[in-house]
């Protein structure tokens, strides 16, 4: 277990005063984070965990902590645990030294050891009790019901000079600040950071049956499903109308790197007052979607915006197989052929919305890989989507893109709420044409068998895509890159 800036070994610590954490918690207590954000389900444990944690750290001489909640009620129930566990249970209570308060009606909740160590409970609703002091360490109890305001300004720059420590026990509340810290704790460049999930059933002590224990499983079929996720399974989808309820950053969200022998897409979703979106994917030979970069600007010309894509560092091997773009601005498509590499914009790959976003979901959905988790024969499932972590747009947009009401029928309008979906828009356009409108030829259809180059009706059918647009594929120049250098390898279709 994590001893690091202690005051006394956790280990022996714990088995004092009698904790026995469950294996969820060992997950914190035995993490070097130094902000830890534990994103926990009613009665996974999460007071006690947070508490029992800082507790080795108060006999350090000469510290100061706080535990800090959205109100006096709510920060007491961290101060409880420390409270019972040594002012009562090994009984610092009884030393004259020792100075102390428990009275939650008037705020007065403190202790202070005669090593001239202490532990306060604050209130946010009281800013003002929440400037001015260097703090060696707190607990942001319940923090999202909490304003980011109470972390940013007051509590983080209160632990720069001491290089302090915090820890964010809390109950998930939709997709607010707290949901950024957790990203920053999965993502694997902020070092100083780290995130779990844990729901209701982690805790096997209360619930020794896991997901399918009786009590969850009554809770389960007795409330409404959004409040079931997000007071019990800890998620932070849960709201009414949202289009993508298959993505899950635990599962979804990975580390992806370029890998020059994929073939390279890049998809567009035009604009300029709302954002200008650009996802740039590979796929396998397993058509699994690989999401390894975004470019996502407002207020920004075309030109502008494919002059900074140029401008990014590139990793080796970089090439670019083919740009799909909205076939609504046909003037966009060809600005992308001219000025940075071939696209084309079928209007088919817009026309059915319902269809796109089906599709979008079918990827999304676990798959049997064929290969085995564990010994017991568990068969590995992994998603045929994933993202990069730094593609934080698509992450969010995916997490928040919601309709009032999916429309019916293959050939249906845009049914979404016209707003978190610029990203998803440009993925769904890349997609189609990848996997619907590209689909209707085979290899052995357009491919010359004997190895020496593309048929003429090869050509014809990507002219043919790209005729609404106003452009088309010159092969003797005026591209730096084949558009169909990549087009082939996905399991023969075009």
Same mark, same amino acid.
């Given at each position: 277990?994590?001893?690091?800036?202690?005051?006394?070994?956790?280990?022996?610590?714990?088995?004092?005063?009698?904790?026995?954490?469950?294996?969820?918690?060992?997950?914190?207590?035995?993490?070097? $984070?130094?902000?830890? %954000?534990? *994103?926990?389900?009613?009665?996974?444990? #999460?007071?006690?965990?947070?508490? /029992?944690? !800082?507790? @080795?750290?108060?006999?350090?001489?000469?510290?100061?902590?706080?535990?800090?909640?959205?109100?006096?009620?709510?920060?007491?129930?961290?101060?409880?645990?420390?409270?019972?566990?040594?002012?009562?249970?090994?009984?610092?209570?009884?030393?004259?030294?020792?100075?102390?308060?428990?009275?939650?009606?008037?705020?007065?909740?403190?202790?202070?050891?005669?090593?001239?160590?202490?532990?306060?409970?604050?209130?946010?609703?009281?800013?003002?009790?929440?400037?001015?002091? $260097?703090?060696?360490? %707190?607990? *942001?109890?319940?923090?999202?019901?909490? #304003?980011?305001?109470?972390?940013? /300004?007051? !509590?983080? @720059?209160?632990?720069?000079?001491?290089?302090?420590?915090?820890?964010?026990?809390?109950?998930?509340?939709?997709?607010?600040?707290?949901?950024?810290?957790?990203?920053?704790?999965?993502?694997?460049?902020?070092?100083?950071?780290?995130?779990?999930?844990?729901?209701?059933?982690?805790?096997?002590?209360?619930?020794?049956?896991?997901?399918?224990?009786?009590?969850?499983?009554?809770?389960?079929?007795?409330?409404?499903?959004?409040?079931?996720?997000?007071?019990?399974?800890?998620?932070?989808?849960?709201?009414?109308?949202?289009?993508?309820?298959?993505?899950?950053?635990?599962?979804?969200?990975?580390?992806?790197?370029?890998?020059?022998?994929?073939?390279?897409?890049?998809?567009?979703?035009?604009?300029?007052?709302?954002?200008?979106?650009?996802?740039?994917?590979?796929?396998?030979?397993?058509?699994?979607?690989?999401?390894?970069?975004?470019?996502?600007?407002?207020?920004?010309?075309?030109?502008?915006?494919?002059?900074?894509?140029?401008?990014?560092?590139?990793?080796?091997?970089?090439?670019?197989?083919?740009?799909?773009?909205?076939?609504?601005?046909?003037?966009?498509?060809?600005?992308?052929?001219?000025?940075?590499?071939?696209?084309?914009?079928?209007?088919?790959?817009?026309?059915?919305?319902?269809?796109?976003?089906?599709?979008?979901?079918?990827?999304?959905?676990?798959?049997?890989?064929?290969?085995?988790?564990?010994?017991?024969?568990?068969?590995?499932?992994?998603?045929?989507?994933?993202?990069?972590?730094?593609?934080?747009?698509?992450?969010?947009?995916?997490?928040?893109?919601?309709?009032?009401?999916?429309?019916?029928?293959?050939?249906?309008?845009?049914?979404?709420?016209?707003?978190?979906?610029?990203?998803?828009?440009?993925?769904?356009?890349?997609?189609?044409?990848?996997?619907?409108?590209?689909?209707?030829?085979?290899?052995?259809?357009?491919?010359?068998?004997?190895?020496?180059?593309?048929?003429?009706?090869?050509?014809?059918?990507?002219?043919?895509?790209?005729?609404?647009?106003?452009?088309?594929?010159?092969?003797?120049?005026?591209?730096?890159?084949?558009?169909?250098?990549?087009?082939?390898?996905?399991?023969?279709?075009?």
């Amino acid at each position: 277990m994590s001893n690091a800036g202690v005051a006394i070994d956790k280990d022996r610590f714990f088995a004092e005063i009698g904790y026995v954490p469950h294996a969820e918690q060992m997950k914190f207590h035995c993490s070097l $984070a130094r902000f830890r %954000v534990a *994103v926990c389900g009613r009665r996974f444990g #999460k007071s006690t965990m947070a508490a /029992r944690d !800082l507790e @080795p750290h108060l006999f350090a001489p000469k510290k100061r902590f706080w535990i800090v909640g959205p109100t006096y009620d709510l920060a007491e129930k961290e101060f409880r645990v420390i409270w019972d566990d040594l002012i009562i249970g090994k009984q610092l209570g009884r030393n004259r030294k020792v100075k102390k308060a428990y009275n939650k009606k008037q705020g007065d909740m403190y202790i202070e050891f005669p090593w001239g160590t202490r532990l306060e409970a604050r209130s946010a609703d009281h800013p003002e009790n929440l400037v001015g002091e $260097a703090l060696d360490g %707190v607990i *942001v109890s319940e923090a999202a019901k909490q #304003k980011t305001e109470t972390w940013e /300004r007051f !509590l983080r @720059p209160a632990l720069s000079d001491n290089r302090g420590f915090a820890t964010f026990p809390t109950t998930p509340e939709g997709f607010n600040w707290v949901h950024k810290l957790y990203q920053q704790g999965k993502h694997p460049d902020h070092k100083n950071w780290e995130s779990w999930r844990f729901p209701s059933w982690a805790n096997t002590v209360i619930y020794p049956g896991g997901r399918q224990d009786p009590e969850i499983l009554e809770i389960e079929s007795t409330t409404i499903p959004d409040w079931f996720d997000q007071e019990i399974a800890a998620l932070f989808t849960a709201f009414v109308g949202k289009i993508y309820g298959e993505f899950d950053e635990e599962t979804h969200v990975e580390q992806v790197e370029y890998d020059p022998s994929l073939p390279n897409y890049i998809a567009f979703d035009w604009g300029f007052v709302n954002p200008m979106a650009a996802v740039e994917f590979q796929v396998t030979p397993r058509d699994e979607i690989r999401i390894w970069r975004e470019h996502y600007k407002t207020y920004t010309t075309l030109n502008e915006f494919l002059a900074q894509m140029k401008a990014r560092e590139q990793p080796e091997g970089y090439k670019i197989d083919l740009c799909f773009g909205d076939a609504a601005d046909p003037s966009a498509i060809e600005t992308v052929n001219q000025e940075f590499a071939p696209c084309i914009g079928d209007p088919r790959a817009k026309e059915n919305w319902r269809e796109g976003v089906m599709l979008v979901k079918k990827f999304m959905k676990l798959r049997d890989t064929g290969l085995v988790a564990d010994e017991h024969g568990t068969p590995l499932m992994r998603p045929g989507l994933v993202a990069d972590h730094d593609c934080t747009w698509f992450i969010h947009e995916a997490n928040n893109y919601k309709t009032k009401k999916m429309p019916k029928g293959n050939n249906a309008p845009e049914g979404d709420e016209k707003k978190e979906n610029h990203t998803l828009d440009a993925l769904r356009y890349g997609l189609m044409h990848l996997f619907v409108v590209g689909c209707t030829y085979h290899l052995d259809d357009v491919a010359d068998v004997n190895g020496l180059g593309l048929q003429a009706e090869a050509l014809a059918r990507l002219n043919a895509l790209a005729g609404a647009t106003g452009s088309s594929y010159n092969p003797d120049g005026g591209a730096d890159i084949d558009p169909l250098a990549g087009i082939f390898t996905m399991e023969g279709r075009f």
